[in-house]
C-alpha cells in the first residue's frame, strides 16, 4: 500500500509538473518525463530513501515498490504519449530507463554528497545545467 501510495503520487506530480498541452514530439515527451522525475524526485526525500533502500537492501518488500513506481511511470507515458512514437531504429525502452536511472542517480547523489563526477548539484544554476543536457541527450536521439 505504501509503495502503491508513492507511486501514484509521483504520478500526479510528474502531470502537475508537466503543465498543460501535449508534447509535439516524442523527444517533448521524454523531456517532460525525465525533467519531471527530477523535480518530483529532488522534492520527495521520502521517494529518495525509497529508491536508495531498493538499490542497497533488494528484497520482496523493495521489489514490490520498484515496480509500483514502474507501473505508474509507463502508464503516465502510455497516456501522455497519445499518437506520438520514438525513431523506429531507436530502442526508446532502453534509452527511457537510462535517462531515468541516470536522473535517479543524479538527485540520490546530489543529496547524499552534493554532486556527482565533480559536477555540484546544489544550486538551482547547477541544476540548470543538468536540465540543459538532458534535453541535448533527449533531443540527439530522438
Keep these: 500500500a505504501i509503495g502503491n501510495d508513492v507511486a501514484n503520487g509521483l504520478g500526479r506530480r ?4 508537466a ?14 518525463l525525465v525533467l519531471g522525475f527530477i523535480e518530483v524526485l529532488r522534492a520527495d526525500s521520502l521517494l529518495q530513501r525509497i529508491i536508495a533502500w531498493e538499490i542497497s537492501e533488494p528484497g520482496p518488500m523493495v521489489i514490490r ?17 497519445g499518437d506520438l512514437m ?7 525502452p532502453a534509452i527511457n530507463a537510462m535517462l531515468i536511472a541516470a536522473a ?8 547524499s554528497i552534493g ?6 548539484l546544489v544550486t538551482d544554476e547547477d541544476w540548470s ?14
Design 86 to 92: 520514438p525513431p523506429p531504429a531507436v530502442d526508446a
Design 129 to 142: 545545467r543538468i536540465r540543459d543536457s538532458v534535453r541535448q541527450l533527449v533531443r540527439a536521439v530522438y
Design 65 to 81: 515498490f520498484a515496480s509500483a513506481r514502474s507501473f505508474v511511470l509507463r502508464r503516465w507515458v502510455e497516456k501522455q504519449r
Design 19 to 32: 503543465g498543460e498541452g501535449v508534447p509535439d514530439s516524442y523527444a517533448g515527451l521524454i523531456e517532460k
Design 104 to 111: 535517479q542517480h543524479l538527485v540520490l547523489s546530489a543529496s
Design 115 to 120: 554532486g556527482f563526477a565533480g559536477i555540484d
Design 14 to 17: 510528474l502531470t502537475e509538473q
